[in-house]
Structures are given as structure tokens and as C-alpha cells.
């Protein structure tokens, strides 16, 4: 009975399971799905390359052995947390930017060392923590010896994050930023710069195979920004702003030969070091450096680009003689006399009227080579548009490389190098390091003569350079040392000289405190 009464329900044995045929046939479905699934998905090992999606890792560098070193670690708490990486690490970073704002800065610590657990890959936690070591925990301590180790500490936890991500150069980048500004432009500047070059554990980690000559933290510095352009020669792309970059090792090899200076080191060692921030200055103005307009531009062709439009402008000149003049002289005797009037007028005694009608006929008054060339004879006139489209390409590129020189300063910095080396310069660095030094010592007189001879060696300085003569930034810094010569004088109960040789600097620069 028992066997009638179970055939005779609906459905038999699937009844009895409890499946219907839609579920059976989706079980089968993933069955048959899970051998190509495994195929495509096999990893690569001693015997084989792996599956498809194994050698697209490999074909593309996307697999952790392209990317870095592999950390069993990292690995197992990916695997730990059952496909919900992403989520904890939501969690984490919330936690982390908890830690932060409260200043618990033991725990924030910790969050972001798992973190990298689970992203050791990502960049930022790398760059978030190193940050956090070597800045904000490092100024707890007192001792500046307990906040140099734990700058350091930042730094190793950097090289920590290199040896997972050797194709990231922005690693590269912030470990030679910590160990050029952290070290080099701290208040603890002197202790830190003489810590780092007596530090055998770190040079040891750094170069295990060899010795630097030079364990200067700005030329440590600068080494490593070299070895983050080189991964980036190297085709690995670069996710920052190119020109920034591509600057630092200029910057690291500028502020050694300032620190060096600093130091009270002159003579060959000094002019060395602003030979070597020329050398990376011109390597710099030669590299290709990607723009926003699409366009590669060298920061050294501006004057060549300006050359080029001047010998085309020229060039149109000597095609259409008296052109580009003529057409001018047409506008302005087409303007009103209301426009003439505004033009007359001086701009800061212009109305907000009188400013809309002059800027509306200064615009009428525009003439470009593009004008000219439409209207020249037909002869004349395709070789004329030809060139006014190279004059117009000269230009705007010489305008885009002014651009980007402005935004890292170039002028100054190529101006301060080609001045720093020579013996002038030299001269007025030294005599006003003696200067201070003899004042610092109560020594006035000795002081005095040293300040002077600054001074009488600045003004061979400005005299040689337009650009630093007109710098305000220049102007201020000689300014605090002539602040300190009146602050001598003062107390020699002598005057300041009425006649100063360095007064156009004075003009220049701001009020003094």
C-alpha cells in the first residue's frame, strides 16, 4: 500500500526531492558551466601558463607577480573575508578617517596597516599611512631622536609599499619627497640631516650592493624621483600631474646645493652643487612633458618657438609689405569718437563704461596675420594663409610652454642656477653666511665688513640677471639680510648709509617687520 500511495503522487520521485524540473535543469546548466569556468580560470604554475584569464594577468602585468612582491599574508585575509574585500575595506577606511579626526593616531596606525593587507595594491594606502607616521605620530615625541625615527618609519613603511608596486612611480616619488622635505626643510632640519647621513641601517636597507658616496638626504632625494622618471621612461604609466613630476629632481638637486651652502660649505663643494642643479635643470627642459592639450611640449623651446614667429612674421612681411600696418590704420580710423575717447583714457581713471567701450575697441583694433593673409592678393594669398597658420602655431606653442614654465617657476629657478655657480654669487653667499655667524658671535665689526661685502657682491649678482633683479621673492630674501645689517648698525650707534648700493632691491621688496 505504502509503495502505491508514494507512485501515485504527483510528480514521483521529483515530488519527493522536492525540485522542480526548471531547478534540475538550472543545476545541470552550472555543472556543464563549471568546466570552461575552471578552464578560463586555472592559475599558472610550474607545468603551465594557466588559463586564459591567467595569461591576460600576465599579457597585461596585472597579476600581484608583475605588480610586486607576494605577501602570504595579504593573501590569506583576502581569501579570509569570502569575496567581501571590498566592503571591509569600506569599513576600514571609515574607521581610519575616524581615527584621524579624533587624532587617535595608535589606532589609525593599525587600521591602515590592515588595509594594506587588503589593498596592497592600492597607492593611497601607502602614501595615507606613510604620512601618518612620519608627520603627525612623529611629532609626539619630544626627543628629536624619537621623531627622526619615526620620519623614518614613514619612510621604510614607503619601501615597504615599493617592493608590492614596482610599476607605481608615485611611490617612488613620496619616498624621495619624505627624505628631501620631511628631513631637509623641517624645523629640526640641522638633527635630521645629520641623523640621516650617520644612519648605516637605512643606507644599508637602501643599497645593499653599494656605498653612496654622498648619504645627503637632497641627493638621496633626488635619486629616488630619478628612479620614478625612469619607470615612467620605462612606459609605465604615470597617474599625477607630469610637469610636478618631472620638476622634483631639479628641486632636490637646487635645495642641496642650498643646504650645502646652508651648512656653511662654500668654494668647489658649493659650486658643484649648483653645477649638478644646472645638469638637472637642463634635463629637465629637454624632457617631452605630456600637456593637457594633447600636446608634448619641451620647456627649453619657448625662445625658439618666439624665434620661429618672429622669422615668419618676417617672412609675411616681406610677402605683403605694409599689410598688417595698413589694415591697423584702417580700424582705428573707423573707430567712434567715443571709442577714441576711452582709448585715451587712463585705465585707471576709466569708468566701468568708459573700461566696456575701450576693451570694445582695443578688440576692433586686433589685427591679426589670419586678417592680413584673407585679404592679399590672389597671388600672394595661399603662400600668405600658409604662413600665417605657421605663425600662429609658433605662437600658441611658445604661449603654452609660457604656461607651463610659470606653473614650476622655471625662469626663476634657471636664472638662480646659472647665477649660483658663478663667483659673484658664491662670494655673496659666503660673506653673508661669515656675516651671521660673526653677528650671532657678538664680533660687529668683523660682521659689518662681511655684510658689505654681500652687498657689494649682490649687486654684481643683479647687475648680470634682469630676472632676479626684478624678482620680489629675491628682493625679500636680500632684504632680511640688510634687516640685520641695520640691526648691526644700531648697535654700532651708526647710520644706515644714505647712499645704499642695494636700495632698488629695497624698493622692491616688501615692508620689512
Same mark, same amino acid.
Given at each position: 500500500?505504502?509503495?502505491?500511495?508514494?507512485?501515485?503522487?504527483?510528480?514521483?520521485?521529483?515530488?519527493?526531492?522536492?525540485?522542480?524540473?526548471?531547478?534540475?535543469?538550472?543545476?545541470?546548466?552550472?555543472?556543464?558551466? !563549471?568546466?570552461?569556468?575552471?578552464?578560463?580560470?586555472?592559475?599558472?604554475?610550474?607545468?603551465?601558463?594557466?588559463?586564459?584569464?591567467?595569461?591576460?594577468?600576465?599579457?597585461?602585468?596585472?597579476?600581484?607577480?608583475?605588480?610586486?612582491?607576494?605577501?602570504?599574508?595579504? &593573501?590569506?585575509?583576502?581569501?579570509?573575508?569570502?569575496?567581501?574585500?571590498?566592503?571591509?575595506?569600506?569599513?576600514?577606511?571609515?574607521?581610519?578617517?575616524?581615527?584621524?579626526?579624533?587624532?587617535?593616531?595608535?589606532?589609525?596606525?593599525?587600521?591602515?596597516?590592515?588595509?594594506?593587507?587588503?589593498?596592497?595594491?592600492?597607492?593611497?594606502?601607502?602614501?595615507?599611512?606613510?604620512?601618518?607616521?612620519?608627520?603627525?605620530?612623529?611629532? &609626539?615625541?619630544?626627543?628629536?631622536? *624619537?621623531?627622526?625615527?619615526?620620519?623614518?618609519?614613514?619612510?621604510?613603511?614607503?619601501?615597504?609599499?615599493?617592493?608590492?608596486?614596482?610599476?607605481?612611480?608615485?611611490?617612488?616619488?613620496?619616498?624621495?619627497?619624505?627624505?628631501?622635505?620631511?628631513?631637509?626643510?623641517?624645523?629640526?632640519?640641522?638633527?635630521?640631516?645629520?641623523?640621516?647621513?650617520?644612519?648605516?641601517?637605512?643606507?644599508?636597507?637602501?643599497?645593499?650592493?653599494?656605498? !653612496?658616496?654622498?648619504?645627503?638626504?637632497?641627493?638621496?632625494?633626488?635619486?629616488?624621483?630619478?628612479?620614478?622618471?625612469?619607470?615612467?621612461?620605462?612606459?609605465?604609466?604615470?597617474?599625477?600631474?607630469?610637469?610636478?613630476?618631472?620638476? &622634483?629632481?631639479?628641486?632636490? +638637486?637646487?635645495?642641496?646645493?642650498?643646504?650645502?651652502?646652508?651648512?656653511?660649505?662654500?668654494?668647489?663643494?658649493?659650486?658643484?652643487?649648483?653645477?649638478?642643479?644646472?645638469?638637472?635643470?637642463?634635463?629637465?627642459?629637454?624632457? %617631452?612633458?605630456?600637456?593637457?592639450?594633447?600636446?608634448?611640449?619641451?620647456?627649453?623651446?619657448?625662445?625658439?618657438?618666439?624665434?620661429?614667429?618672429?622669422?615668419?612674421? %618676417?617672412?609675411?612681411?616681406?610677402?605683403?609689405?605694409?599689410?598688417?600696418? +595698413?589694415?591697423?590704420?584702417?580700424?582705428?580710423?573707423?573707430?567712434?569718437?567715443?571709442?577714441?575717447?576711452?582709448?585715451?583714457?587712463?585705465?585707471?581713471?576709466?569708468?566701468?563704461?568708459?573700461?566696456?567701450?575701450?576693451? &570694445?575697441?582695443?578688440?576692433?583694433?586686433? #589685427?591679426?596675420?589670419?586678417?592680413?593673409?584673407?585679404?592679399?592678393?590672389?597671388?600672394?594669398?595661399?603662400?600668405?594663409?600658409?604662413?600665417?597658420?605657421?605663425?600662429?602655431?609658433? =605662437?600658441?606653442?611658445?604661449?603654452?610652454?609660457?604656461?607651463?614654465? %610659470?606653473?614650476?617657476?622655471?625662469?626663476?629657478?634657471?636664472?638662480?642656477?646659472?647665477?649660483?655657480?658663478?663667483?659673484?654669487?658664491?662670494?655673496?653667499?659666503?660673506?653673508?653666511?661669515?656675516?651671521?655667524?660673526?653677528?650671532?658671535?657678538?664680533?660687529? =665689526?668683523?660682521?659689518?665688513?662681511?655684510?658689505?661685502?654681500?652687498?657689494?657682491?649682490?649687486?654684481?649678482?643683479?647687475?648680470?640677471?634682469?630676472?632676479?633683479?626684478? *624678482?620680489?621673492?629675491?628682493?625679500?630674501?636680500?632684504?632680511?639680510?640688510?634687516?640685520?645689517?641695520?640691526?648691526? !648698525?644700531?648697535?654700532?650707534?651708526?647710520?644706515?648709509?644714505?647712499?645704499?648700493?642695494?636700495? *632698488? #632691491?629695497?624698493?622692491?621688496?616688501?615692508?620689512?617687520?
Amino acid at each position: 500500500m505504502s509503495d502505491r500511495r508514494s507512485s501515485s503522487r504527483p510528480g514521483g520521485d521529483r515530488a519527493w526531492l522536492g525540485l522542480r524540473p526548471g531547478t534540475l535543469v538550472a543545476l545541470v546548466a552550472i555543472a556543464v558551466l !563549471l568546466v570552461p569556468l575552471s578552464m578560463l580560470s586555472q592559475p599558472a604554475d610550474s607545468t603551465g601558463p594557466g588559463g586564459l584569464l591567467a595569461r591576460l594577468r600576465v599579457a597585461n602585468g596585472l597579476s600581484q607577480a608583475n605588480l610586486g612582491e607576494i605577501d602570504p599574508t595579504s &593573501e590569506t585575509m583576502r581569501f579570509a573575508t569570502l569575496g567581501l574585500k571590498n566592503i571591509a575595506v569600506t569599513l576600514l577606511w571609515d574607521r581610519a578617517n575616524h581615527y584621524k579626526k579624533v587624532e587617535d593616531w595608535a589606532n589609525l596606525s593599525a587600521t591602515l596597516e590592515q588595509m594594506t593587507k587588503l589593498q596592497p595594491n592600492f597607492y593611497s594606502v601607502w602614501d595615507f599611512q606613510a604620512h601618518n607616521l612620519s608627520y603627525n605620530i612623529s611629532v &609626539e615625541f619630544d626627543d628629536y631622536h *624619537d621623531r627622526y625615527a619615526w620620519v623614518i618609519k614613514g619612510i621604510e613603511f614607503l619601501r615597504q609599499g615599493i617592493s608590492f608596486n614596482t610599476r607605481e612611480p608615485r611611490l617612488l616619488g613620496r619616498m624621495g619627497w619624505f627624505i628631501g622635505q620631511k628631513i631637509g626643510k623641517a624645523d629640526e632640519k640641522v638633527q635630521y640631516r645629520r641623523l640621516f647621513k650617520a644612519d648605516d641601517d637605512f643606507h644599508d636597507r637602501d643599497n645593499p650592493d653599494r656605498t !653612496l658616496p654622498e648619504r645627503d638626504n637632497w641627493l638621496v632625494s633626488r635619486e629616488k624621483f630619478r628612479a620614478g622618471q625612469a619607470l615612467v621612461d620605462a612606459n609605465v604609466p604615470l597617474k599625477t600631474t607630469p610637469l610636478i613630476f618631472h620638476s &622634483e629632481p631639479m628641486m632636490s +638637486a637646487i635645495n642641496y646645493a642650498k643646504a650645502v651652502e646652508d651648512d656653511g660649505e662654500f668654494g668647489p663643494t658649493a659650486k658643484d652643487g649648483w653645477k649638478l642643479a644646472n645638469e638637472e635643470l637642463a634635463r629637465f627642459a629637454e624632457r %617631452d612633458i605630456e600637456t593637457s592639450w594633447g600636446v608634448p611640449i619641451q620647456l627649453r623651446l619657448r625662445e625658439v618657438e618666439e624665434q620661429r614667429a618672429a622669422r615668419i612674421a %618676417d617672412d609675411l612681411e616681406k610677402l605683403l609689405p605694409g599689410r598688417f600696418e +595698413a589694415m591697423r590704420e584702417e580700424r582705428r580710423a573707423a573707430l567712434t569718437e567715443e571709442q577714441r575717447a576711452a582709448i585715451a583714457t587712463p585705465s585707471m581713471e576709466r569708468s566701468e563704461e568708459v573700461h566696456r567701450v575701450a576693451s &570694445e575697441a582695443e578688440g576692433l583694433l586686433n #589685427v591679426t596675420w589670419k586678417m592680413v593673409a584673407r585679404q592679399a592678393p590672389p597671388a600672394e594669398r595661399a603662400q600668405a594663409e600658409a604662413l600665417a597658420r605657421e605663425f600662429v602655431e609658433a =605662437q600658441e606653442r611658445a604661449t603654452m610652454i609660457d604656461r607651463y614654465r %610659470d606653473i614650476v617657476n622655471f625662469d626663476f629657478w634657471k636664472a638662480s642656477c646659472e647665477a649660483e655657480v658663478t663667483e659673484p654669487a658664491l662670494k655673496a653667499r659666503e660673506a653673508t653666511w661669515r656675516g651671521d655667524t660673526e653677528f650671532m658671535a657678538a664680533r660687529l =665689526q668683523s660682521a659689518k665688513r662681511a655684510y658689505e661685502e654681500s652687498f657689494a657682491a649682490w649687486r654684481e649678482v643683479l647687475d648680470a640677471s634682469k630676472v632676479l633683479r626684478e *624678482d620680489p621673492l629675491t628682493a625679500d630674501d636680500i632684504a632680511e639680510v640688510v634687516g640685520r645689517y641695520r640691526r648691526l !648698525l644700531e648697535q654700532l650707534d651708526e647710520p644706515f648709509p644714505a647712499s645704499f648700493v642695494l636700495q *632698488d #632691491v629695497l624698493d622692491l621688496a616688501s615692508p620689512q617687520p
